[in-house]
């Protein structure tokens, strides 16, 4: 069974997965027994030879499996909450986000755990301590499959349920992450030109505008605002350039305090996870399994919060981190060299340069299904995108450190990096409007279009696990129409 010895936790994700997606239609008990039916079933499919303890191995994944479907369903079938009304009620407001009109914030009580309330302005700084009065109302639940379910979209972040709050009171503030983040949001507005810190509250406290998310769906590049490995992977790579990758516990720190400040969405936990296994596994001499890596985070994501897998951001980060780590010739292990040389930067461009046109056809079902659109635009974009903003990113935070601690000459330079990101909202409209085709979900285009992302996802694992092309014809196939008739 290639699947146990290449990468066992793709075929728990996968059982997982698809028991998820029939969860609505069958039920929570057709999604604990069919769970472990899943993965014996994906594992017999990767059958070549007999390989050394296969079968042990093999009930050791099905007695995992098991317990996960029982942790998910444990999750899932929790009884919908009581109407419950609260009296002085202690509080600390952990994030502010737009929501339609209005704004939404999450709500960490002292005693009854998270809920979600929505504001008419922006009044509840971040970080703030609260003292309220208020009730409890459930959720809305979708009328009918695949349309949005803000259950779902909130218990994803932890939220039981909305809360209306009456006769609020301020409390004195203490020390939090999202105070830091608040006071660093407020540190931006106050030192950057505007453009600029719109871009640097996207990238460190994953606080982004509406105009903002506009112009980057229009252009097909929405995921360079969206906290993910991306950014993650610039600031562990600063830190281990700056204190060396033995540093572990430093490196760790500082990957989950970003992580954590920026808000710990699902793209950013599961990149965390995935470096977070690397470092362990780098110091212990172990090779890094990237697919395996993914897999892991990507199971350990759905045990801590279910929910996830209804997710836009869980659901396009794991996607697209399966499609980078199994590429033919791509080497985990490249993140952890130290010597930077001609060749690895050449080969780097030119894996990169097939890198982006791959995740972008991956990912395109899914972004067309949720989004409605998607901009051909994008995959000339993303070509050189992430280069363009990993090293404006970086220039542009080091700057704005200046200019907050007052340093002579700073304004200069972060007005010249405005300039930089006035330079690529230049470029990106030009292109834009020179490639104006954007496939809908409407349209005749997306379902070949579909196809072929899902069955290039299918391709590139199936040729990471080297099956033979009979089988990898027969498994895309068969696979493209189950995703297609379980998601869409």
């Not at 994953?206 to 903002?212: A, C, K, N």
């Not at 720190?253 to 362990?280: C, D, E, K, N, V």
């Not at 399966?322 to 050449?346: C, D, Y």
């Amino acid at each position: 069974m290639e699947i146990l010895r290449r990468s066992p936790m793709l075929g728990v994700l996968i059982a997982i997965v698809a028991g998820l997606a029939l969860y609505d239609k069958l039920g929570a008990l057709a999604f604990v027994a069919g769970v472990p039916v899943i993965l014996t079933g994906i594992m017999f499919c990767s059958y070549e030879f007999d390989l050394p303890e296969q079968w042990r191995v093999l009930m050791v994944a099905i007695i995992f499996a098991v317990l996960c479907s029982l942790r998910i369903y444990h999750e899932l079938s929790k009884p919908v909450p009581e109407i419950s009304h609260f009296n002085n009620e202690s509080a600390t407001v952990n994030l502010v986000r737009e929501w339609g009109r209005n704004y939404a914030a999450l709500i960490d009580t002292d005693k009854h755990g998270r809920f979600v309330a929505r504001l008419q302005f922006n009044e509840l700084p971040e970080g703030s301590r609260i003292k309220f009065d208020g009730y409890t109302r459930n959720f809305r639940r979708a009328k009918n499959l695949g349309e949005f379910d803000e259950g779902r979209y909130w218990k994803a972040r932890g939220a039981t349920s909305w809360i209306n709050m009456s006769n609020i009171r301020t409390l004195p503030a203490k020390f939090s992450l999202p105070r830091v983040r608040n006071k660093l949001s407020r540190a931006l507005s106050i030192y950057m030109p505007e453009l600029t810190g719109q871009y640097l509250k996207a990238a460190w406290l994953g606080q982004h505008t509406r105009e903002l998310d506009e112009k980057h769906r229009r252009w097909g590049t929405s995921h360079l605002l969206a906290v993910s490995g991306f950014h993650v992977a610039i600031v562990i790579l600063c830190a281990r350039y700056l204190f060396g990758r033995k540093n572990i516990l430093l490196l760790s720190l500082i990957l989950w305090s970003y992580i954590i400040l920026t808000g710990a969405s699902a793209s950013a936990m599961r990149a965390g996870l995935m470096i977070q296994t690397g470092l362990f596994a780098h110091v212990l001499g172990r090779r890094i399994n990237g697919v395996n890596s993914v897999s892991v985070a990507a199971v350990i994501l759905l045990l801590y919060r279910p929910y996830l897998f209804w997710d836009i951001g869980w659901r396009l980060s794991v996607s697209a981190a399966l499609a980078m780590t199994a590429m033919p010739g791509r080497n985990s292990e490249w993140f952890f060299e130290v010597r930077v040389t001609r060749e690895r930067v050449l080969r780097l461009i030119v894996l990169w340069l097939i890198v982006s046109p791959t995740v972008f056809l991956v990912t395109f079902p899914q972004v067309a299904h949720t989004f409605k659109s998607v901009p051909a635009v994008g995959i000339f974009l993303n070509l050189f995108a992430p280069f363009y903003f990993s090293i404006t990113f970086m220039i542009a935070s080091v700057v704005a450190v200046l200019r907050m601690i007052q340093i002579p000459f700073s304004q200069t330079l972060i007005e010249a990096v405005d300039g930089v990101f006035l330079l690529w909202e230049k470029f990106a409209d030009i292109s834009a409007n020179i490639i104006s085709y954007a496939v809908r979900d409407n349209s005749f285009s997306l379902i070949p279009v579909s196809w072929f992302g899902v069955g290039a996802l299918i391709l590139l694992l199936c040729t990471y696990m080297k099956f033979s092309a009979s089988r990898t014809l027969i498994l895309m196939t068969c696979i493209c129409f189950a995703a297609f008739m379980l998601f869409l």
